[in-house]
């Protein structure tokens, strides 16, 4: 079995490809695995690496090394690979795929834990051909979701500092959006503000729309939210990044689905795992089992249904 270890040199803001490989190599002092850290060069160049050593291994664990984008792109190169497993190894500065763990998202940190863990089939969502383990979301959202990145660069506006102000920026430029959208027998073709498309539970830095969402079950945890005036987003919003959008059903629809469709007008930004991809039209997809998630040692998440 191989360890590969990918390090994106950029999350965080920060170089700490030096301080993953010493804790590698003090983590392998004393083990017979072969292990690699591998810097990434390009956008994707982590998909392609985890491709290529799944190509000529027997098994491979994968360690992504930085934030929800690093762990996106492992998950791209390993979906649907039977011998190939991934989890996140946090070093950036999002880590909403972890948060869903809650008081256990720690153990994605320790690294012994990692190594010792055991793996989990997961759902992925098929987003316009790219794979996504967490959410996807269209409309404002997704705008929102845009501008984080540059937001989260400037001093004191990260994680949920930097979603805060990337949503007042792009709600001044007008909240919704025409779109066609089908899920299952809803339909319904208008203005929008946004569409969330839940496989996990936290996105932007820290909302939490879905408060049982699980990436095991099988099913989508969707949110539909029609054209509002910004006073009315205003009064839902704060409901809805706290998991309480059931407290405004004139304004949010919750479905449960394995497929969504949508249509715009014109291009149109859709947000997954937070990375930006620009299309007319959309299909998400739900493919269960398509990932092997790495279940560090003592996590308990995925042994009880209810939580």
């Given amino acids: 079995m191989k360890h590969l270890f990918i390090v994106n040199p950029v999350a965080g803001g920060?170089?700490?490809s030096a301080d993953v490989t010493r804790a590698v190599r003090a983590a392998f002092a004393n083990r017979a695995d072969a292990?690699?850290?591998?810097?990434?060069?390009?956008p994707m160049d982590a998909a392609d690496k985890v491709r290529e050593d799944a190509a000529v291994c027997d098994r491979l664990r994968v360690y992504a090394c930085g934030g929800d984008g690093t762990f996106n792109e492992c998950v791209c190169g390993a979906a649907l690979l039977e011998n190939t497993a991934v989890c996140p190894f946090p070093t950036g500065t999002g880590n909403d795929f972890c948060r869903m763990f809650g008081e256990e998202q720690g153990l994605y940190r320790d690294l012994d834990a990692l190594l010792a863990g055991t793996e989990h089939p997961i759902d992925l969502i098929n987003c316009n051909g790219r794979w996504s383990a967490n959410i996807c979301s269209v409309g404002?959202?997704?705008?929102?979701?845009?501008?984080?990145?540059?937001?989260?660069?400037?001093?004191?506006?990260?994680?949920?500092?930097?979603?805060?102000t990337s949503a007042v920026v792009n709600i001044l430029k007008g909240v919704n959006q025409r779109m066609a959208v089908q899920i299952g027998d809803y339909r319904a073709e208008g203005e929008h503000a946004l569409l969330c498309v839940c496989n996990g539970r936290y996105y932007g830095g820290g909302f939490n729309p879905s408060l049982s969402a699980r990436p095991d079950d099988g099913v989508l945890d969707i949110y539909a939210a029609k054209g509002v005036s910004l006073f009315t987003l205003a009064r839902a919003i704060g409901d809805y990044a706290a998991g309480r959008a059931d407290r405004h059903p004139e304004i949010i629809t919750h479905l449960h689905g394995e497929s969504v469709h949508i249509e715009f007008e014109r291009e149109s930004v859709v947000n997954i795992d937070g990375e930006a991809?620009?299309?007319?039209?959309?299909?998400?997809k739900l493919v269960p089992g398509a990932l092997r998630l790495i279940v560090p040692r003592g996590m308990r998440f995925f042994d009880d249904p209810a939580r």
């Fill in 14 to 16: 920060a170089d700490k």
């Fill in 35 to 42: 292990y690699e850290v591998y810097v990434t060069r390009a």
């Fill in 140 to 164: 404002i959202d997704a705008r929102i979701g845009v501008g984080v990145h540059a937001y989260s660069a400037l001093p004191l506006l990260g994680g949920k500092r930097a979603y805060i």
């Fill in 277 to 284: 991809q620009y299309a007319k039209s959309v299909d998400m």
